[in-house]
T-cell receptor, first 113, second 117 residues
């Protein structure tokens, strides 16, 4: 079956602009995660969704970051007023259950000029 | 707090050599899960293995093998007879959910493996 898909694959934006990153999880997967990979910080957890439960936002670095998951499927990560330090690869992962293996999408490479 | 340490930043081996990638973890939970992921130059994280804390049995999959030892909090990964296609960054990761509930992955910094032909 299809894996996790993310769009766009690359995004270049100017400092101060807002961006939206999209994630389509594997069909039927109830758990969805966002991570960020940057040279300085490695792989970091951002936010977690599980079914209709309130998301775990404990990894979001600032209030400029937000995410939503509509209908228990597609998720959008929004970064407002982007800064140069937001430049990174944003990875989405999904799993059939929180205890099970997380499968990753190809990522969105974000460059803030 | 959970933590994963991969002390080896970069390793170079000649093709057909065996290589072991080290992973040491810290957790206060009694139930947790350990993972290895491979990130080739293309960038996508590829799942390799998942172990739970109650299963210390070592695992072998083709040229890959994993040694899980709770006594030393280690989960090491060995590639036998390495090949050029094994060149990648390998990440060890830990998830625990008893406290936080989210089972988010905590990653090590990764080990970059270069296999020289």
């Amino acid at each position: 079956g299809a894996g996790v898909s993310q769009s766009p694959s690359n995004k270049v934006t100017e400092k101060g602009k807002d961006v939206e990153l999209r994630c389509d999880p594997i069909s039927g997967h109830t758990a969805l995660y966002w991570y960020r990979q940057s040279l300085g910080q490695g792989l970091e957890f951002l936010i977690y969704f599980q079914g209709n439960s309130a998301p775990d936002k404990s990894g979001l670095p600032s209030d400029r970051f937000s995410a939503e998951r509509t209908g228990g499927s597609v998720s959008t990560l929004t970064i407002q007023r982007t800064q140069q330090e937001d430049s990174a690869v944003y990875l989405c992962a999904s799993s059939s259950d929180p205890r099970e293996t997380q499968y990753f999408g190809p990522g969105t490479r974000l460059l803030v000029l | 707090a959970q933590k994963v340490t991969q002390a080896q930043t970069e390793i170079s081996v000649v093709e057909k050599e065996d290589v072991t990638l080290d992973c040491v973890y810290e957790t206060r939970d009694t139930t947790y899960y350990l993972f290895w992921y491979k990130q080739p130059p293309s960038g996508e994280l590829v799942f390799l293995i998942r172990r739970n804390s109650f299963d210390e049995q070592n695992e072998i999959s083709g040229r890959y093998s994993w040694n899980f030892q709770k006594s030393t909090s280690s989960f090491n990964f060995t590639i036998t007879a390495s090949q050029v296609v094994d060149s990648a960054v390998y990440f060890c990761a830990l998830s625990e959910g008893e406290r936080a509930g989210s089972y988010q992955l905590t990653f090590g910094k990764g080990t970059k493996l270069s296999v020289i032909p």
